[in-house]
């Protein structure tokens, strides 16, 4: 994207004056006035001609992105339980109880190890996979929307989150596996890798639940949350339905106006669908997901 294809954008006029240039004073200020806009510029500054610009753009865009998601609220943990399972699983203190009782059923012998069970702490957190359909345009407010999504699921469950970002296959941006990021700003890596995103190729949305599922079963949480950021028109074989209804929960994301595939799918599996109309919008779409509980 060239200085010339952006002339008469009255916000990259007011925030990059000259070439290789970003007034991060100005962005703070356009950013009160309208931050849906001012967001949109900025993601779109990202694929710049201007090398400087477009290093800039991303840099100040991660920054942006971490701020807004941080005035959400993370993740609250729920009071845990005890709960019991097979010894063989490990990681318990043995349940005597049972034990008592496989003793009792064997006469006063040995049990057999796999009738033994043991006591564990479960602490039902929240792990959430968020999945990105990058098979339309991604640029502008669909890359900023998709940005603000990253940022804010990284901060809402910093320890159990995936990223996922599909066409015609998927591509795992983050997997529930990888240890936390650390630092105040860990999550601005996975953030400049969603800025990165190009759009391309078919939509392939079953394959892209089938891979969310997989990144969910990788957590103990008890509460296991998929996001799906996209409109849900699939041009790829494969039953989305079936593949949907496979998850924990699943609430989609989609943009306003262009809901229609995906209320259809919501409404045949049970799931959520919320629209948003902007990127500042979505961080307010997870957080009412999350609240519902």
């Not at 001609?49 to 005035?71: G, P, W």
């Not at 479960?122 to 792990?127: Q, V």
């Amino acid at each position: 994207m060239s200085r010339r294809e952006l002339a008469g954008d009255e916000v990259f006029e007011q925030i990059s004056p000259d070439v290789g240039e970003l007034d991060e004073a100005m962005i703070d200020q356009m950013l009160d006035e309208d931050p849906d806009a001012t967001l949109t510029t900025l993601a779109t500054l990202t694929a710049a001609v201007d090398a400087a610009l477009r290093e800039k753009a991303r840099a100040v865009a991660c920054r942006i992105a971490i701020d807004i998601a941080r005035r959400g609220p993370a993740v609250r943990h729920r009071v845990g339980r005890l709960r019991s399972r097979p010894l063989t699983d490990g990681g318990g203190d043995l349940d005597i109880d049972a034990a008592v009782e496989a003793i009792a059923a064997t006469g006063g012998g040995l049990p057999d190890i796999d009738d033994l069970r043991q006591i564990v702490w479960e602490r039902p957190d929240t792990a959430l996979c968020l999945v990105i359909d990058r098979s339309g345009s991604m640029r502008g407010d669909a890359l900023a929307t998709a940005a603000l999504a990253a940022a804010a699921v990284a901060c809402r469950a910093p320890r159990d989150h995936a990223v996922l970002a599909f066409a015609g296959e998927v591509e795992v941006l983050r997997a529930m596996s990888d240890p936390p990021s650390s630092g105040p700003n860990g999550a601005e890596v996975l953030i400049d890798q969603v800025l990165g995103l190009t759009g391309h190729g078919t939509t392939d949305v079953a394959g892209a639940l089938i891979a969310a599922g997989r990144e969910c079963e990788r957590s103990t949480a008890g509460r296991r949350l998929t996001v799906l950021l996209s409109d849900c028109r699939s041009t790829e074989p494969g039953d989305v339905v079936t593949e949907a209804a496979t998850l924990d929960e699943l609430v989609v994301i989609a943009p306003a106006g262009d809901d229609a595939d995906a209320r259809v799918l919501c409404d045949a599996v049970g799931a959520r669908c919320v629209t948003v109309a902007g990127p500042s919008d979505v961080v307010t779409a997870l957080d009412q997901a999350l609240s519902r509980t």
